[in-house]
């Protein structure tokens, strides 16, 4: 199985901030890599898919990079809704995996 | 639109099965493979396996083989997933997803807890 690995598991930062999550997989994935969304009681949001493609309806803030093992979500300037769980996950092959998730609070 | 509906939360006994539907409607059922993917309390997530509307063929974790049925009913556009010998530990929100780019659409996800 491949094995997705997220870091930080949490951050503190402030409205406006610039954040970076990075997601590293056990084996190369070439692109096949998405990145969820995930707030209390809620089912998880899909915010890029292929690494680097923006859904549509998700804010240009958002955007996605990497390919191979080493990938990044970055959101370029921090807003009150994006405090939530963030998690990656490789649709590279089955089972499918995510990572541990990044928790995103406020400073 | 695309949604998909859960079926509502269930209480269970250890050692006992709890079967969660997953109605699809706004897309061809047949179109795209329904996963199932579940969530204990405080964790994160973890993918149970797929099932192809289309042929019904199915694909499982390994930690989860020989505990869990996954159907469909094309004629009512459900997906449905059945586990079998409750632990405590399967007390989790049970989501169904599409996958067509990625995990687009989300069930609104189905609450199981498992208690004597």
């Known amino acids: 199985d491949i094995q997705m690995t997220q870091s930080p598991s949490s951050l503190s930062a402030s409205v406006g901030d610039r954040v970076t999550i990075t997601c590293r997989a056990s084996?190369?994935?070439?692109?096949?890599l998405n990145w969820y969304q995930q707030k209390p009681g809620k089912a998880p949001k899909l915010l890029i898919h292929a690494a680097s493609a923006l859904q549509s309806g998700v804010p240009s803030r958002f955007s996605g990079g990497g390919s191979g093992t080493d990938f990044t979500l970055t959101i370029s300037s921090l807003q009150p809704e994006d405090f939530a769980t963030y998690y990656c996950q490789q649709s590279y092959n089955v089972p499918r995996t995510f990572g541990q998730g990044t928790k995103v609070e406020i400073k | 639109q695309v949604q998909l509906v859960q079926s509502g939360a269930e209480v269970k006994k250890p050692g006992a099965s709890v079967k969660v539907s997953c109605k699809a409607s706004g897309y061809t059922f047949t179109d795209y493979y329904v996963h199932w993917v579940r969530q204990a309390p405080g964790q994160g997530l973890e993918w149970m396996g797929w099932i192809n509307p289309n042929s019904g063929g199915t694909n499982c974790a390994q930690n989860f083989k020989g505990r869990v049925t996954m159907t469909r009913d094309t004629s009512i556009t459900t997906a449905s997933m059945e586990l079998s010998w409750l632990g405590s530990d399967d007390t989790a929100v049970y989501y169904c997803a599409t996958e067509g780019l990625a995990f687009d659409y989300w069930g609104q996800g189905t609450l199981v807890t498992v208690s004597s």
């Open positions: 084996q190369s994935i070439s692109g096949y």
